[in-house]
């Protein structure tokens, strides 16, 4: 039950295509997180939340885990887990404008409310870290059905102050159920810095009380949260149990779209953060090993681009929720 | 009724291997009322499960297993300790074919003794009648049957319900009422009452155990000639809307009577309903008795009574509303 420190040795030997595609992935994120929030500040989509900063943690360990085989139980910042397990930008761009065909909701929901059933990934509602338990039942299903597939959960560290939180830990580590509960610490609960929400100095040190392994990786480090879910993954489907995986993630943004971090976070702390930008660590590490060249990346770049800009004109023009449907599925109707 | 409430759930755990059950104690020892009593050995430990005590985890954990395609059945062993899981019920089971615009549902059950009583000594904490918190939210659906055979075929509808349903079983009930329970399948739908007197002069609309003193009530009257109807609503959320509009408008006497303390409760509803859609059938006002407006029954017998509707009081009231 040991608190491994820090990151194993990143993994290049992923093979070059899957390591440009994970590359792309990262990209595709982020550059639909900032259409979303330029959307928001255009006075178009009344509500951005983002998720810039936790690109490589999200992509890392979505890129662990079995397309529509296993499943995932987001939080609102897990954009890019829900894109590489398989929703579209046009999905979350028809969710940003409250459009009638948003998968996630049909416009019922707020933004980055993420939910896909052809895809594995359970709707949430805005409060924190209920849905912890849910991927602790889901896990409990899985189990009583014997297959060997794999829920993933996520949550901030403010989110590791509730109580479902810690009451999932415990149920998940009792029954050994193949969950993985991922925290993505960015260090702030809104404004709340981490030393005002635990007395620990990293979530993982309560793994133990528990009695399950926490593992601490580099969160801008994609290929070290990639090996650390790799790992979990495997002893999940093998029957031994959930694991938690803490990774430290630099939030970039405010927390949404009506919050101002420059409020709260020193100007120096601010100017530092797009040093650790996980975007620029990924591309340096793939150019030095060959892999990307700065016309290459400008390539994806232009590509993702290309993508949300098509899917942002069917957004666009989508009708939106007749009134009329206000009223439906709130029980099974016919 | 404890009886039928295990016999219902055997049956349909038999029937469809989806429907687990989880709780506090519900395992070996079968339920703190013996609910679950025998369950565990005839189905095993994945079925059956021992749950840390935690009522957050109960509910929220069963939910993520409905949204995996099981049927969980989550115990909470007293209605009053379900406000740790408030959250996982009103924020989540409730919402979650609403808000994902029915790609996902929640087939789930929260079965949880609720009630009190001079006799059940369960004081402010194994004692109240919460339904009323219940039946305000959408997405729910709020049943509580007063006899045995309405416990089998309502928690019969509850398992095969698409939909979250919060299942209340009044524990003076379990040993105190014998009652015909039917052999082999019984289905009483969700949402319907039953007229458990007939009667032409008052009617009197109750659930749960007030039936039984309701009843008790209204013989007493009968004896006098004043015929009281007494109509069992079963189920609190949705309200057969149908029938009491149609009893109400046909007798123009109504009474509500329920345990539950009155302000906001399910007789407010009920008297709403019958003000807004009879108001030109109705003979007098129509009333309504609870419990006083105190947090919930005291441990004393002295105490107790006080809050206690019982079948005296009930009585009275009728008798108030016959004067009209």
């Known amino acids: ?334 | 009724m404890v009886e039928a409430v295990r016999t219902a759930l055997a049956e349909e755990m038999r029937r469809d291997d989806r429907i687990i059950v989880m709780g506090e104690d519900v395992g070996l020892k079968g339920g703190v009322f013996g609910a679950t009593q025998g369950l565990h050995q005839e189905f095993g430990d994945l079925r059956v499960i021992d749950s840390p005590l935690a009522e957050a985890s109960i509910v929220g954990v069963a939910i993520g297993a409905a949204l995996a395609g099981l049927r969980p059945v989550a115990e909470i062993q007293f209605q009053d300790f379900i406000p740790p899981a408030m959250d996982q019920i009103l924020s989540e089971a409730a919402k979650i074919r609403y808000r994902s615009n029915n790609d996902w549902s929640c087939p789930l059950v929260i079965r949880a003794p609720c009630g009190g009583g001079v006799h059940v000594h369960g004081a402010l904490y194994h004692s109240q009648s919460l339904e009323a918190l219940f039946a305000h939210v959408p997405g729910l659906k709020v049943v509580l049957p007063s006899t045995p055979g309405d416990a089998k075929g309502l928690l019969t509808a509850a398992l095969r319900d698409p939909d979250p349903v919060c299942f209340f079983e009044h524990k003076a009930l379990y040993r105190a009422f014998k009652g015909e329970v039917p052999a082999g399948e019984h289905v009483v739908p969700i949402g319907r009452a039953r007229v458990a007197r007939p009667g032409r002069d008052l009617v009197c609309f109750t659930y749960g155990a007030t039936v039984h003193e309701s009843l008790r009530a209204a013989e007493r009257l009968g004896l006098e000639g004043i015929e009281v109807e007494v109509v069992d609503l079963r189920t609190v959320r949705p309200l057969d809307r149908e029938c009491i509009v149609e009893t109400a408008r046909r007798i123009g006497k109504v009474l509500v009577a329920h345990e539950a303390n009155l302000a906001g409760g399910v007789g407010a509803e009920v008297a709403a309903i019958v003000a807004e859609e009879c108001f030109e059938s109705l003979d007098g006002p129509v009333m309504r008795l609870g419990g006083p407006e105190i947090p919930a029954i005291p441990f004393a017998e002295s105490l107790a009574e006080v809050y206690y509707l019982g079948a005296d009081r009930i009585e009275a009231g009728l008798r108030r509303l016959a004067a009209y």
Request: proline share 6%; aromatic share 6%; glycine share 10%.
């Open chain 1, 1 to 334: 039950m040991a608190v491994t420190e820090s990151a194993p040795p990143a993994a290049l030997d992923l093979g070059p295509d899957t390591l440009l595609e994970m590359y792309r992935a990262m990209v595709l994120g982020r550059l639909l997180d900032e259409r979303i929030i330029i959307l928001n500040r255009q006075g178009r989509a009344p509500f951005a939340i983002s998720g810039q900063g936790h690109e490589a943690t999200q992509v890392g360990v979505g890129y662990a885990l079995r397309r529509d085989y296993d499943w995932a139980v987001p939080y609102y910042r897990d954009l890019s887990l829900v894109l590489v397990m398989g929703m579209s930008p046009l999905d979350q761009l028809l969710a940003a404008l409250g459009k009638a065909g948003d998968p996630n909701s049909g416009g019922r929901q707020m933004p980055a409310h993420y939910s896909s059933r052809a895809h594995n990934i359970v709707t949430g509602g805005s409060p924190v870290a209920t849905q912890i338990l849910h991927a602790v039942g889901v896990g409990l299903a899985f189990r009583y059905r014997g297959e060997d597939r794999v829920v993933v959960t996520a949550c901030g560290e403010g989110g590791t102050s509730e109580g479902d939180w810690h009451e999932g830990l415990n149920w998940a580590a009792v029954h050994r159920l193949p969950v993985i509960f991922l925290v993505e610490n960015n260090g702030f609960a809104i404004s709340v810095p981490q030393a005002r929400q635990m007395a620990v100095a990293h979530v993982t040190d309560r793994a133990a009380g528990y009695g399950l392994p926490g593992v601490c990786v580099d969160g801008g480090d994609v290929l070290a949260v990639h090996q650390v879910a790799v790992e979990a993954v495997a002893r999940a489907r093998r029957g031994e149990g959930p694991t938690l995986i803490e990774a430290h993630c630099v939030r970039l943004q405010s927390h949404s779209s009506d919050d101002d971090q420059r409020r709260y976070r020193a100007p120096d702390d601010l100017r530092d953060l797009r040093s650790h930008d996980p975007l620029d660590r990924f591309r340096v590490d793939l150019e030095a090993a060959g892999i990307l060249s700065p016309e290459r990346a400008a390539a994806v770049r232009a590509d993702c681009l290309a993508e949300i800009d098509r899917a942002q004109q069917i957004a666009d023009e989508a009708p939106a929720p007749d009134p009329a449907t206000a009223l439906h599925h709130v029980h099974q109707e016919g």
